[in-house]
C-alpha cells in the first residue's frame, strides 16, 4: 500500500447535480414521463448542438445503431465491417439483423481499424462499415472514405436508400464521442450516420440512452427517415403516445411488426440539463487529461493523444499502456491499485477473445495488433467529479504499484 491514507476513487460515476434532479422532478409533475415534449425538445438542441437538421432519441446507442441498420435494409447475404477492438454492441447488431459479422485488426500500436486492411476487407456484399470513435477521438474518416471509394465499382444496392449511395455506407460508434472534433468538423457531421450513447458512464448523460445523426448532404428525406427511427422504435405503430393523445386521435395502425427502444422524457429531462452543463465538463475532462499525461508520461506510460491541432477527443476514457509487460502484469497493476482504493478497466478485450465470436469462428491469432493494444492497456478513472487531488493520488498509486509489479 502507498505511504499515505487510502482513498477512493470510483471508476465513473455519473456527475448529477440538483438541476438534473428537479428537472426529473418536474417531468414526473407535468404527469408526461414517456415519450413527449422533453424528448422532442432534446431531440432538437442535439441537432443544433451538433450542426444537422435532425436527431433521434432512442433508449440506447445499441438500439440507434441496430434500427440504422433495419432502415437501411441490411440482413442476410450482406456484410458489415467493424473493428475487432471495440465493445460487442458494435457487432452484435450485424448479428441481431442477420448479416455477417466482418472483423478488421488495428493498424500497429494504433485503436484504430488498419485502413489499408479495411480497404482490402471490402467485397461486393458488404453495405456498412462500423468505424469506432474509441475513448472519444474521431477516427481519420478521410482514410475510411478513401477505402471506401476504391471499392465503389463492387457495391451492389438492394433497395431504394441503398441506391442514393451507390457506395458502402458510414454508420459510426460513436458511443464515446459526442462533442469530439476533427479538422473542423463535429463528430456527427462526417460520417453518414453517427450513433451516441448517453449511458451512466458518458460524458453527457440519461442513465440510459443513446441518438442517432446523419449528415444533411445525403440527399435524404429527413422527415421521412425520422418517421422510420419513430415506426421502428415503437411497434411499427403510426402514431406515438404525443400524438394519440390528442382528443379524439386514438386510433392508430401498425405498419409492420417493429421493437420498443424510444426515449423517455425523464430520461430526456437529465439529457436537457447535461447539455446545458455540457461544455465546462468537457473542459475539466481535458484538464484531467492533460494532468494525467504530465505526471505519467515520465514514468514510462505511453497514452492515447487525445488533443492536437486538427482534432479533439470528448475526452471520454484515458487509455493508457504500460510497454513491455503481457495480461499478467497488467491484471496484477489494476488489482494492486484496487488495493490502494483506485478503480480501473480496460478497454477493451478484442472480440475475438469472447466465447460468442469464438463460436462464429472468430480467431484471436488472426488480430495480433488488437490483442497487443490490450495486452497492456489500463484505463484509469475519468469523470468530472475528480479533484486535482484526486488526480495526484491515482498517479502516485500508479508509480507505487509499477515499482512494486515491474521492478
Not at 422532478?25 to 432538437?44: D, L
Not at 437529465?270 to 508520461?297: A, C, P, T, V, W
Not at 487531488?389 to 491515482?394: C, M
Amino acid at each position: 500500500m502507498i505511504d499515505t491514507k487510502v482513498k477512493n476513487i470510483p471508476f465513473s460515476p455519473p456527475d448529477i447535480t440538483d438541476a438534473e434532479i428537479e428537472e426529473v422532478i418536474n417531468t414526473m409533475r407535468s404527469g408526461w414521463i414517456t415519450t413527449g415534449p422533453r424528448t422532442k425538445s432534446f431531440e432538437k438542441k442535439i441537432a443544433e448542438y451538433i450542426g444537422v437538421n435532425k436527431a433521434v432519441c432512442l433508449n440506447s446507442a445499441t438500439a440507434a445503431m441496430e434500427l440504422t441498420l433495419r432502415i437501411l435494409g441490411i440482413g442476410p447475404g450482406d456484410e458489415v465491417i467493424t473493428s475487432a477492438y471495440t465493445y460487442t454492441a458494435s457487432a452484435s447488431i450485424i448479428d441481431h439483423v442477420g448479416a455477417k459479422i466482418v472483423l478488421v485488426d488495428t493498424a500497429l500500436n494504433s485503436f484504430e481499424m488498419d485502413y489499408l486492411k479495411l480497404a482490402d476487407a471490402i467485397t461486393e456484399k458488404t453495405k456498412v462499415i462500423i468505424p469506432v470513435d474509441i475513448a472519444g477521438k474521431m477516427c481519420d474518416y478521410d482514410k475510411i472514405y478513401e477505402a471506401v471509394e476504391t471499392k465503389r465499382g463492387m457495391f451492389k444496392a438492394n433497395n431504394e436508400i441503398q441506391k442514393l449511395f451507390n457506395r458502402v455506407i458510414v454508420m459510426t460508434d460513436a458511443a464515446h464521442a459526442f462533442g469530439a472534433v476533427r479538422n473542423g468538423m463535429k463528430c456527427g457531421q462526417v460520417a453518414d450516420f453517427t450513433c451516441y450513447s448517453f449511458h451512466a458512464v458518458k460524458n453527457l448523460t440519461t442513465a440510459e440512452g443513446g441518438a442517432v445523426v446523419w449528415r444533411n448532404v445525403l440527399g435524404l428525406d429527413d422527415e421521412w427517415l425520422y418517421k422510420q427511427f419513430m415506426l421502428y422504435s415503437l411497434h411499427g405503430q403510426s402514431k406515438d403516445a404525443l400524438a394519440k393523445s390528442q382528443k379524439g386521435a386514438w386510433e392508430y395502425d401498425i405498419v409492420y411488426p417493429a421493437y420498443k427502444c424510444n426515449m423517455t422524457d425523464i430520461m430526456a429531462g437529465i439529457g436537457l440539463i447535461q447539455l446545458n452543463r455540457f461544455e465546462s465538463m468537457m473542459k475539466r475532462r481535458k484538464e484531467i487529461i492533460e494532468i494525467y499525461d504530465n505526471m505519467l508520461l515520465p514514468l514510462g506510460v505511453i497514452s492515447l493523444e487525445q488533443y492536437s491541432d486538427n482534432f479533439a477527443s470528448s475526452g471520454h476514457l484515458y487509455l493508457a499502456r504500460i510497454p513491455g509487460i503481457g495480461e499478467a502484469e497488467r491484471n496484477e497493476i489494476i488489482i494492486k491499485m484496487a488495493e490502494n482504493g483506485v478503480a480501473c478497466n480496460v478497454h477493451y478485450k478484442p472480440l475475438p477473445m469472447f466465447t460468442a465470436y469464438k463460436n462464429l469462428g472468430f480467431d484471436i491469432k488472426d488480430y495480433p495488433n488488437a490483442y497487443s493494444q490490450y495486452e497492456n492497456q489500463i484505463t484509469l478513472p475519468l469523470h468530472t467529479l475528480l479533484s486535482d487531488e484526486d488526480l495526484e493520488y491515482v498517479c502516485k498509486s500508479m508509480k507505487w504499484v509499477m515499482k512494486e509489479v515491474l521492478y
